[in-house]
């Protein structure tokens, strides 16, 4: 696909939490997520840049910067982690860069270069992944509801619904049961 490996440890951003699951066969999960894409009816370009975009964004987490000597400013550590990004996303690599270290500000009239601190920086790579990604998930919603188009008016959401609520609790959490 669009990753450097297949091991979820090597990605931060997917390898907080609990990776595996007994029940759960992911070959299966993303075979059905595959065709599932294709039943809605996106195109073969459009699944494989819905792969490329979660592939930056997971490889977002893997970017690393590093103090610049005698200075405050960051650099990157390296930059096979951006190359992989840039061309995912169809990006220069050293523009990329360039851009995350020394944004570019509009103070009144005119355009300066700003050096950034590595905690800048990552605040930076970390906003850009989010963005790249709410971007790309807002638009499936768009698509998918295009696709199941009903012709009746409807408000753009998606909701979560926990069945079990309160319920799993040993004591009941209303208190108007307490009298």
């Known amino acids: ?19 595996t699951v007994a029940s759960i066969n992911d070959k299966e999960e993303l075979d059905a997520t595959d065709d599932a894409i294709t039943i809605l009816g996106f195109t073969n370009e459009e699944k494989v840049g819905i792969y490329k975009l979660t592939g930056a964004v997971l490889h977002h987490g893997n970017l690393k910067f590093k103090q610049k000597q005698r200075e405050e400013q960051a650099e990157p550590d390296g930059t096979e982690v951006a190359d ?36 800048q920086v990552n605040n930076s790579v970390s906003a850009l992944a989010k963005s790249i990604y709410e971007r790309m998930f807002l638009w ?17 959401y998606i909701g979560v619904l926990d069945i ?16």
């Not at 079990?164 to 009298?179: C, K, L, W, Y």
């Open 1 to 19: 696909m669009s990753l450097i490996t297949t091991n979820p440890y090597d990605f931060p951003m997917c390898s907080q939490g609990q990776i």
């Open 84 to 119: 992989k990004i840039a061309y995912l996303l169809g990006l220069n690599s050293a523009e990329m860069l360039k851009a995350l270290c020394y944004p570019r500000v509009k103070v009144g009239n005119e355009y300066v270069t700003k050096g950034q601190t590595v905690p």
């Open 140 to 156: 499936m919603v768009i698509r998918i509801n295009e696709m199941l188009d009903t012709k009746n008016p409807r408000q753009f």
């Open 164 to 179: 079990a609520g309160f319920e799993i609790f040993d004591v009941s959490m209303r208190p108007e049961q307490d009298s």
